[in-house]
């Protein structure tokens, strides 16, 4: 009953979204209610290939002796390549031991997912729930900015609830990524406890990969149930599309406009309309383009029929709103091409 319970009020959070089926294959959900499904989901990471998480009680679970580096388990059979130029979230739940558990001392637990830019490097963006037993005290332990060595901890506090529900959302249509995590005691509703937003770093390959982890440290007994995660959801999102800054200006004494609106980020591609303006003449194109190592925009748009002699080429940062200096042109039917 806890589990469906659990599993239900999850999928209400993510507003409907987990109970959808996949739309890519690197879209799903685990509960960990089979750990033979489950099997079929994960991969485990490591150089011995041997794996001290597994399935147990509904969660992923952990047991560790003797200091064991973490064991990760990476998002597919085949690790997952999940476009970095497509919007997407990937949450789970985690739970933390209330109290130190019995047998030989763990100091420290911790649980949460990581996300890499493949292929798989050393540094990963992470968010993780961190318990320490000899403070006394629980902390969210981040790293957002790809830095090596140990995380960035914040809202470190004495405070306790019974499950943690942490999400990570890549907005590349923005070029922003977002971190949050929410706590839930008994049925009262979840409580936002921090976030952060702050500029992709992911656009520097084209896919990145998923992994979670569950860890105590430096023992952690077999068959433990208080610490573990569940409800893991990785989903497509939609976001609305955006309209760029306007570029008004002269280019040697001839005035022009060149206004981007509608920008959708469809099947990792750039899509919309441009108005563009030379002097007097004018329209309106469709512009199509895609998003470069850098997270600029790449655009162009050619103007047929009535058009014919329109057309533009710009490359824009979303993330100063502006367009990058002398990398685009407009030009106009019977007029030299404007570089801006």
């Known amino acids: 009953m806890k589990k469906t319970i659990q599993t239900i009020f999850f999928a209400t959070v993510l507003g409907?979204?987990?109970?959808?089926?996949?739309a890519e294959v690197w879209e799903g959900t685990d509960d960990f209610s089979s750990a033979?499904?489950?099997?079929?989901?994960?991969k485990p990471m490591g150089k011995s290939k041997r794996s001290f998480q597994y399935v147990y009680d509904g969660q992923m679970r952990c047991t560790f002796v003797n200091e064991q580096s973490d064991q990760w388990w990476a998002w597919g059979k085949n690790i997952h390549k999940i476009p970095t130029a497509a919007n997407?979230?990937?949450?789970?739940?985690v739970q933390l031991p209330q109290s130190r558990p019995s047998g030989?001392?763990?100091?420290r637990c911790k649980a949460g997912f990581g996300i890499v830019a493949l292929p798989v490097g050393k540094q990963a963006i992470t968010l993780k729930m961190r318990r320490y037993f000899d403070e006394g005290t629980f902390a969210i332990s981040v790293d957002a900015d790809y830095s090596p060595g140990k995380d960035?901890?914040?809202l470190t506090d004495t405070s306790f609830c019974d499950r943690y529900l942490i999400f990570y959302t890549h907005d590349a249509l923005r070029q922003t990524d977002s971190m949050e995590v929410r706590g839930q005691s008994g049925a009262t509703p979840p409580v936002p406890l921090w976030?952060?937003?702050f500029r992709t770093q992911l656009s520097r390959s084209t896919t990145a990969g998923l992994g979670a982890v569950v860890s105590g440290k430096p023992y952690w007994p077999a068959n433990n149930n208080t610490?573990?995660?569940d409800n893991w959801s990785v989903v497509e999102n939609n976001p609305d599309p955006i309209n760029l800054n306007p570029q008004n200006s002269t280019y040697k004494g001839a005035a022009y406009s060149v206004a981007v609106t509608g920008l959708d980020l469809i099947n990792q591609k750039l899509i919309g309309t441009v108005a563009l303006m030379v002097g007097s003449a004018s329209a309106t194109l469709p512009i199509t383009g895609s998003i470069d190592k850098n997270g600029y925009f790449?655009?162009?748009?050619k103007g047929t029929g009535a058009n014919k002699g329109f057309g533009c080429v710009l490359l824009y940062d979303v993330g100063t709103g502006s367009y990058r200096p002398m990398k685009n042109s407009v030009t106009a039917p019977k007029q030299k091409a404007i570089k801006f």
């Open 16 to 22: 409907g979204l987990a109970q959808l089926p996949a």
């Open 36 to 42: 033979p499904l489950s099997d079929t989901l994960w």
């Open 88 to 93: 997407w979230t990937v949450s789970a739940e």
């Open 104 to 107: 030989p001392a763990p100091d």
């Open 152 to 154: 960035d901890e914040t």
């Open 195 to 197: 976030s952060q937003s």
């Open 227 to 229: 610490l573990g995660m």
């Open 298 to 301: 790449a655009l162009t748009a």
